[in-house]
């Protein structure tokens, strides 16, 4: 049976399961058999004596303990895999502690708190300290916590760091330390312990009381860590304590896979494992499985400009495949047209189906034009881990204000916004409006607006906040007929409070929402700027914006029909996924790399490995999009494409579009750079408000940004670029894909004439085909490479001639 085992392996996978008389770390490198090595080394010790209850294997999620269990059932017998002790670090230490709950002060019946709980009881301690919930607010206080209890640094530690308290003091949240402290002292009290205390106190347990360590020690005589580039310091502390006398422990992940620190993840565990044991051994894993020879290679590029890593040379020996292919885009309007047209034009030619397709992006604000122009194409899709672009709640917060402002009676509308941001207008106020309504039979807002008419029984104070609520709705609902959806629609951003709610921390939840506003706001202006060039009106309402809107929302409450759909999702969630074709957009600085982690060589370093998280997702096709400008804090944005695209191998890269808006890629820190960190905030700077910048520009002691070579350059046929005015050159291959005869003599109108090869800013090249009219109701109809066909009104159109 043994034998058996070992036939189903290869050489590399074959040695790492064979050896178990030390510790050992297995670098399994992308789609090399990490899950396989890990199942057929628990079997093999199995059979060769070992008890099922001396094994230990933790994994990082439930799911993965689940699935390798049952495989290894498969090998071993189901009535044997049942006896492992196997699941991840809380749910294996949790059954521990509740058995040695008294050596640690705890009675075994103690209550675990989730992350609702938590947040709960440190909101109430800063209530008790009298302190400001809007500079200490629970959830941010609640993830400092955890975060010093991720790397070991109890109470009394963090108040005597002064690394950690002079970061508070930085953040303007000095008393966290003895808000830590009154936390911890509140656990115990109520006999409870958080998701971090089933690791800090499995620590603490075996730490300070060596009978107890020892007879886990006997217990578990082969510990094996899944995923252990993940591992933060608390769980690396406890797997030593577990494996130092016997240093029978066998460590699996991938260093080049490392991409959670902003969880805790400490990549030194792994890159310094061999460091923690005496005659550790290493073994290599390099045989990827999962993707074509040409997609491991542009990968293994691409990593290698990493320092901290551990040096591996990952192979395939499937076909050498097609090579990346990326393809820059005007606009990220055309970013989601060609990756829309390339998901039809695959799937007719692969004969596959929409779910052997994902689309990566860096954060999860850039899911919404991707989401809207699968919408119009009528691309079955879901966002995987995550909620839609328009059911997150704050874009759901503005939607509600904008639809009671076009229409005053939505009552549901109205019971969202009335309190948010707070402005003392509770429930009870809430239901004595509900009640005149409903009594005499006209809606919340009519009885708002005349609540003596209607018997409204409120006190002088609270009648005070409601006519403050009703004057601010009131003012915009006159405006709507005179002002823009754009203009009007990022007054109430700003003028309710929802601005400077968003805005006031930095935290990463903040960071995202932030970030959908911002990407909320560019919809909209890039809405109201294509409504005026397409439909030929000087005018787009708010009401027209939420025509659209709601019918994007409403697909949004489709239930789950389990019809292929294409995934979308950002690259953190893709990891341990892999698809036949992925889309790996918005290839850009400022985005992929992250602004935010321009600080130090190594955050720089967690972001290429995560692209290469994500190219090694894909197993047939890996299509790379980025794009020339995007509408970003209700503006257009130019910014240079990634540095990683230049970390690519050349040999292994074929790029689309070498003409028009390759140009892109010349000059990497020229003007549009410079204008960027003059302005690092547009939105910011519209406002009266003057928000620390979210987008940090790259500090003096970071590298600097690689300048592409001269011979990519080259090769990418790139043209000068001018600051905010950019011409195209247009090569042979832009002009045979689109087809250039006239379908009128050519005949120049207002400076435009038939058979004009144009550059728009967001549509791209295109050909005019025809031109009507004369001054401002000149029109023209353009054929665009990927835009498809537009009429433009010349007066509004956004383009410059090329030829």
């Not at 075994?108 to 989730?114: L, N, Q, R």
């Not at 970013?335 to 992006?361: G, M, N």
């Not at 893709?574 to 130090?600: D, H, Q, R, Y």
């Not at 000068?720 to 109108?749: G, H, Y």
Request: glycine fraction near 6%; aromatic fraction near 8%; include cysteine.
């Amino acid at each position: 049976m043994t034998e058996d085992i070992l036939k189903r392996l290869n050489g590399a996978q074959r040695e790492a399961v064979l050896y178990c008389d030390g510790a050992q770390l297995v670098i399994a490198g992308a789609g090399s058999g990490k899950t396989r090595v890990l199942t057929y080394k628990i079997a093999y010790l199995l059979k060769n004596g070992l008890e099922p209850w001396n094994i230990l294997a933790l994994t990082f999620t439930n799911k993965a303990a689940r699935a390798m269990k049952e495989r290894i059932g498969q090998v071993v017998g189901e009535h044997i895999a049942r006896c492992l002790n196997m699941g991840t670090f809380h749910s294996v230490f949790s059954k521990i502690l509740r058995s040695e709950a008294t050596h640690i002060g705890y009675t075994s019946g103690f209550t675990i708190y989730d992350q609702g709980d938590s947040r709960s009881l440190v909101k109430n301690i800063i209530k008790d300290m009298k302190l400001d919930d809007k500079v200490y607010k629970p959830s941010s206080v609640a993830d400092r916590i955890s975060m010093a209890k991720n790397q070991l640094l109890l109470p009394a530690a963090y108040a005597n760091s002064a690394e950690t308290v002079m970061t508070d003091v930085q953040r303007k949240m000095p008393a966290i330390k003895d808000i830590y402290l009154r936390y911890s002292e509140r656990c115990r009290q109520a006999n409870a312990m958080d998701f971090d205390d089933l690791l800090v106190n499995t620590y603490t347990l075996f730490n300070t009381n060596e009978e107890i360590r020892l007879k886990y020690v006997d217990r578990f005589r082969y510990v094996l860590v899944d995923e252990y580039q993940d591992t933060n310091r608390v769980q690396q502390a406890i797997v030593m304590l577990l494996t130092k006398d016997n240093q029978r422990v066998c460590v699996v992940g991938d260093d080049a896979q490392s991409i959670y620190s902003f969880r805790g993840a400490n990549i030194d565990n792994i890159l310094n494992f061999t460091k923690f044991y005496d005659n550790a051994r290493l073994f290599k894993l390099e045989q990827n499985y999962r993707s074509t020879q040409n997609i491991v290679r542009a990968a293994n590029s691409l990593i290698r400009h990493n320092r901290y890593q551990i040096p591996k040379d990952v192979f395939s020996e499937k076909e050498h495949g097609e090579k990346l292919v990326l393809k820059p885009a005007y606009s990220d309007k055309e970013e989601a047209l060609i990756v829309c047209r390339d998901i039809q034009k695959i799937r007719r030619t692969d004969k596959c189906e929409y779910s052997d397709f994902a689309i990566l992006y860096r954060t999860n604000s850039q899911s919404r034009s991707f989401e809207e122009y699968m919408r119009k194409q009528n691309i079955p899709y879901r966002i995987y881990g995550g909620l839609s672009f328009y059911q997150r709640k704050e874009i759901k917060d503005v939607i509600a204000y904008f639809r009671m402002v076009v229409n005053p009676d939505d009552e549901e509308a109205l019971r969202r916004i009335i309190n948010y941001p707070a402005r003392g207008i509770g429930d009870t106020t809430l239901g004595k409006i509900a009640g005149a309504a409903n009594a005499n039979n006209v809606s919340l807002w009519e009885v708002i607006c005349r609540p003596d008419v209607y018997g409204l029984s409120i006190s002088k104070g609270t009648m005070g906040k409601l006519s403050g609520f009703r004057s601010q709705v009131s003012q915009w609902i006159e405006r709507v007929v005179a002002t823009d959806a754009y203009t009007l629609g990022r007054d109430i951003i700003k003028e309710s409070g929802i601005y400077r709610d968003i805005y006031k921390g930095q935290d990463p939840e903040d960071l995202a929402r932030q970030e959908n506003i911002d990407e909320f706001l560019g919809g909209m202006k890039d809405f109201v700027d294509t409504r005026m060039e397409e439909d030929q009106t000087a005018y787009v309402m708010l009401g027209d914006f939420l025509q659209e809107v709601s019918l994007l929302t409403d697909l949004d409450s489709d239930t789950d029909d389990n019809q292929p759909k294409v995934s979308l999702m950002t690259v953190h969630s893709a990891k341990g996924l892999e698809f036949p074709t992925v889309f790996v957009v918005g290839l850009e600085e400022n985005i992929f790399p992250s602004p935010m982690s321009c600080n130090s060589i190594r955050e720089l370093e967690e972001e290429r490995r995560l692209l290469y998280v994500a190219i090694t997702r894909a197993e047939k096709h890996c299509i790379l999009t980025c794009a020339q400008n995007r509408f970003r804090y209700g503006r257009i944005e130019y910014d240079t494409p990634s540095r990683f695209i230049n970390d690519i191998d050349r040999s292994l890269l074929n790029i689309e579009g070498q003409g028009g808006v390759s140009k892109m890629f010349n000059g990497y820190d020229g003007g549009q750079r410079k204008e960027w960190m003059q302005n690092p905030h547009p939105v910011a700077s519209q406002f009266k408000a003057d928000p620390k910048p979210r987008i940090v520009p790259v500090r003096k002691e970071s590298p600097a940004p690689e300048v592409f070579s001269e011979s990519f350059k080259r090769d990418l046929n790139a043209a000068s670029a001018r600051n905010m005015k950019r011409v195209s050159e247009v090569t042979v291959a832009d002009k045979t894909d689109i087809s250039l005869q006239p379908s009128q003599t050519d005949v120049r109108k207002d400076g435009v004439a038939v058979g004009n090869i144009i550059e728009h800013q967001r549509f791209g090249i295109g050909v005019i085909k025809h031109v009507e009219g004369n001054g401002e109701n000149a029109k023209a109809t353009v054929e665009f490479k990927n835009a498809g066909t537009k009429q433009l009104l010349l007066k509004f159109a956004r383009f410059t001639i090329v030829k």
